[in-house]
């Protein structure tokens, strides 16, 4: 009896906000019009709260918009996440890689 179920109260991006905060960073990059990739931090974490969205990288932070323009999505492999929001008026996409940790 699936038809009428409850929607859920959050979206995707929010669910993987949440699956991702805290989560070390290995490095973050950026990719320009020219289709050049540069890194822009490495060794960081993610952070957020209800207004603001932050990749904080050795101590700095490499990239902050509202929360409410932020869009997540896993890369297939789990082992990082695109990030696309608008920074001081300019729409803005970073690539964060994970540290990988084997149990």
């Known amino acids: ?29 950026e990719r320009d019009e020219n ?3 540069t890194i822009i931090g490495k060794h960081g974490l993610i952070d957020y709260d209800k ?3 932050n990749i904080r990288c050795d101590g700095e932070i490499v990239f ?4 409410n323009t932020v ?4 890369l297939i492999s ?5 990030i696309s929001g608008v920074c001081d008026g300019i729409p803005r996409t970073v690539t964060v890689f994970f540290t ?4």
Not at 2 to 26: C, D, H, M, N, Q
Request: net charge positive.
């Open 35 to 37: 289709s050049i990739e």
């Open 78 to 82: 789990l082992g990082g996440a695109r």
């Open 1 to 29: 009896m699936g038809l009428f179920k409850r929607k859920s109260k959050y979206t995707a991006s929010e669910k993987v906000l949440a699956r991702i905060k805290g989560k070390p960073i290995r490095y973050v990059s």
């Open 71 to 74: 869009e997540v999505y896993e």
């Open 100 to 103: 990988l940790f084997n149990k």
């Open 51 to 53: 207004e603001v969205f």
């Open 64 to 67: 902050t918009c509202p929360v």
